[in-house]
């Protein structure tokens, strides 16, 4: 995926042009149904009206059975597609990847990865000096780093704000 | 988000000893855990007739002992299965199989108007002295009930029975569970609820008054006529103050559990009898007017809601004192 990031960037032109057409973020965001907090960073590159995105992100989520308190959660990974719109003051996004669970469950050990899939609909920016905030008030997101005879699937239901350069 | 923690906090799935949450300690799991030591349940005669362990089946098994508290607790001399059937079973009273964030659905079953003696407490009809003795009674029979079907599930050698059961993290997980032991665990959460779900002795061998649960949703609520209201302070096993309790509801389960494995092979069940007899006897002629025979309960009660306002107290002290200190470096 990434080599693929790289031929097309190459492929599109010289090195200002180059500079213009990515973008980087990190964001920072929770979710109050399977509990849950994330922050990430992510990569795009403009390619036409679509930009391809790279994503990485890490989302602990929060025990209310246990008094386990804080979980490391899963580590997710994901490429994906942004479209903006509206002078670019709005984007949807969707990614699909691959979520990594990172501590020992009632089922599963740690390392046990699976699918990773999260839809945007909405995501607001707004433009401050040389960056960009981004404001997403409810997107979803499934992490199943599971899905053998019982599977592990939280669908989060997030709220993220964001900084894009 | 302050108004979802007192949502949270306020509708504890248990209403009785608490099962493990992010709020409340695993206290029936835990009682239960230790009555299991020092018993022999054996399934072996029937084991022939049911599917091998599954490998989930032991991480199950392993996860629960796992989060059982902070102070080790050996694992029992029971296998994975009867240590997954005891502990889903003595939960099940509390939440059936929804998720602890279902709050509705937890309410409900908290204030089933039928439900009340699968934790100890009075119904709507247990009215005045003599409510003591057939909520008692009520619970008694649902115990017995509850026991009997567990015999006869042995005796059948009954298949395994999958209980729909929320595992954190995992939708609709089914675990199998033997139903003898099923059964009798949910006898065991009404015989430890009898423990906290009531006013004893000094020696907590016999109960005094027996609580309501329903009566704090009643406006009409009158303690001498519906009884002194259940107290969260007493569902806390982790509390000194409760030491006492827990060690006999450890121990009469204990002693349940023994009798019931004997009327299991026997068929007599007067031991099991003698086990309830012994431990849910009611000391007569206890009213709010003698402080129901000079239970010490109520002091455990008055003395840690004082320690409770106390710490209330301190805190608002202190953040008054903050709040003056940052307007005081304000003006200057």
Same mark, same amino acid.
């Given at each position: 995926?990434?080599?693929?990031?790289?031929?097309?960037?190459?492929?599109?032109?010289?090195?200002?042009?180059?500079? %213009?057409?990515?973008?980087?973020?990190?964001?920072?965001?929770?979710?109050?149904?399977?509990? %849950?907090?994330?922050?990430?960073?992510?990569?795009?590159?403009?390619?036409?009206?679509?930009?391809?995105?790279?994503?990485?992100?890490?989302?602990?989520?929060?025990?209310?059975?246990?008094?386990?308190?804080?979980?490391?959660?899963?580590?997710?990974?994901?490429?994906?597609?942004?479209?903006?719109?509206?002078?670019?003051?709005?984007?949807?996004?969707?990614?699909?990847?691959?979520?990594?669970?990172?501590?020992?469950?009632?089922?599963?050990?740690?390392?046990?990865?699976?699918?990773?899939? %999260?839809?945007?609909?909405?995501?607001?920016?707004?433009?401050?000096?040389?960056?960009?905030?981004?404001? %997403?008030?409810?997107?979803?997101?499934?992490? =199943?780093?599971?899905?053998? =005879?019982?599977?592990?699937?939280?669908?989060?239901?997030?709220?993220?704000?964001?900084?894009?350069? | 988000?302050?108004?979802?923690?007192?949502?949270?906090?306020?509708?504890?799935?248990?209403?009785?000893?608490?099962?493990?949450?992010?709020?409340?300690?695993?206290?029936?799991?835990?009682?239960?855990?230790?009555?299991?030591?020092?018993?022999?349940?054996?399934?072996?005669?029937?084991?022939?007739?049911?599917?091998?362990?599954?490998?989930?089946?032991?991480?199950?098994?392993?996860?629960?002992?796992?989060?059982?508290?902070?102070?080790?607790?050996?694992?029992?001399?029971?296998?994975?299965?009867?240590?997954?059937?005891?502990?889903?079973?003595?939960?099940?009273?509390?939440?059936?199989?929804?998720?602890?964030?279902?709050?509705?659905?937890?309410?409900?079953?908290?204030?089933?108007?039928?439900?009340?003696?699968?934790?100890?407490?009075?119904?709507?009809?247990?009215?005045?002295?003599?409510?003591?003795?057939?909520?008692?009674?009520?619970?008694?029979?649902?115990?017995?009930?509850?026991?009997?079907?567990?015999?006869?599930?042995?005796?059948?050698?009954?298949?395994?029975?999958?209980?729909?059961?929320?595992?954190?993290?995992?939708?609709?997980?089914?675990?199998?569970?033997?139903?003898?032991?099923?059964?009798?665990?949910?006898?065991?959460?009404?015989?430890?609820?009898?423990?906290?779900?009531?006013?004893?002795?000094?020696?907590?061998?016999?109960?005094?008054?027996?609580?309501?649960?329903?009566?704090?949703?009643?406006?009409?609520?009158?303690?001498?006529?519906?009884?002194?209201?259940?107290?969260?302070?007493?569902?806390?096993?982790?509390?000194?103050?409760?030491?006492?309790?827990?060690?006999?509801?450890?121990?009469?389960?204990?002693?349940?559990?023994?009798?019931?494995?004997?009327?299991?092979?026997?068929?007599?069940?007067?031991?099991?009898?003698?086990?309830?007899?012994?431990?849910?006897?009611?000391?007569?002629?206890?009213?709010?007017?003698?402080?129901?025979?000079?239970?010490?309960?109520?002091?455990?009660?008055?003395?840690?809601?004082?320690?409770?306002?106390?710490?209330?107290?301190?805190?608002?002290?202190?953040?008054?004192?903050?709040?003056?200190?940052?307007?005081?470096?304000?003006?200057?």
């Amino acid at each position: 995926m990434l080599s693929a990031v790289v031929w097309l960037a190459l492929a599109a032109g010289g090195p200002e042009n180059l500079a %213009s057409r990515f973008h980087g973020e990190v964001d920072v965001g929770g979710s109050l149904i399977d509990p %849950s907090m994330h922050v990430g960073a992510e990569v795009g590159f403009a390619l036409g009206m679509p930009r391809l995105l790279l994503r990485a992100e890490w989302n602990p989520w929060f025990s209310l059975q246990t008094r386990d308190g804080l979980q490391p959660g899963v580590f997710n990974v994901g490429a994906g597609l942004e479209l903006r719109f509206f002078d670019e003051r709005l984007a949807s996004v969707f990614l699909v990847g691959t979520s990594v669970l990172l501590f020992k469950s009632a089922f599963d050990e740690p390392g046990h990865a699976g699918l990773f899939l %999260s839809i945007q609909p909405a995501v607001l920016r707004f433009p401050v000096g040389t960056f960009h905030l981004r404001f %997403s008030p409810l997107s979803m997101a499934i992490l =199943a780093p599971s899905l053998e =005879a019982i599977p592990l699937i939280s669908a989060q239901f997030r709220t993220t704000v964001g900084f894009e350069l | 988000m302050r108004a979802l923690a007192w949502v949270l906090l306020l509708s504890q799935p248990a209403h009785a000893f608490s099962i493990g949450s992010a709020f409340a300690d695993p206290c029936h799991e835990r009682i239960t855990v230790e009555a299991l030591r020092d018993t022999s349940f054996d399934f072996s005669d029937t084991d022939a007739q049911r599917p091998l362990k599954s490998e989930a089946e032991l991480r199950l098994a392993g996860w629960f002992l796992e989060r059982l508290g902070e102070a080790a607790i050996a694992p029992p001399p029971v296998d994975e299965r009867v240590l997954n059937s005891f502990l889903v079973g003595v939960r099940r009273p509390d939440v059936e199989g929804w998720a602890l964030r279902d709050l509705a659905s937890i309410r409900s079953l908290q204030l089933d108007l039928d439900g009340q003696s699968a934790h100890f407490l009075r119904a709507q009809r247990d009215e005045g002295t003599e409510g003591n003795a057939s909520a008692i009674a009520e619970s008694r029979a649902y115990m017995l009930a509850l026991i009997d079907s567990s015999r006869l599930s042995w005796v059948v050698g009954a298949d395994l029975l999958n209980v729909p059961t929320w595992v954190e993290h995992y939708a609709d997980v089914n675990v199998p569970v033997i139903e003898a032991a099923y059964l009798l665990a949910q006898a065991l959460h009404a015989l430890q609820d009898s423990f906290s779900h009531t006013y004893r002795t000094e020696d907590v061998r016999r109960i005094n008054v027996v609580m309501t649960y329903l009566g704090a949703f009643n406006p009409d609520w009158v303690e001498r006529t519906h009884g002194p209201q259940h107290s969260v302070v007493l569902d806390r096993c982790e509390l000194p103050e409760n030491a006492a309790a827990v060690a006999a509801a450890t121990q009469a389960s204990h002693e349940l559990m023994v009798a019931v494995e004997q009327y299991w092979r026997s068929g007599n069940r007067t031991e099991v009898d003698a086990v309830l007899d012994r431990w849910l006897s009611l000391t007569p002629d206890c009213n709010v007017d003698n402080g129901y025979c000079a239970s010490p309960t109520p002091r455990i009660i008055e003395n840690e809601k004082a320690r409770g306002c106390s710490a209330s107290a301190g805190a608002f002290v202190l953040l008054g004192a903050l709040l003056l200190i940052s307007r005081r470096r304000r003006f200057h």
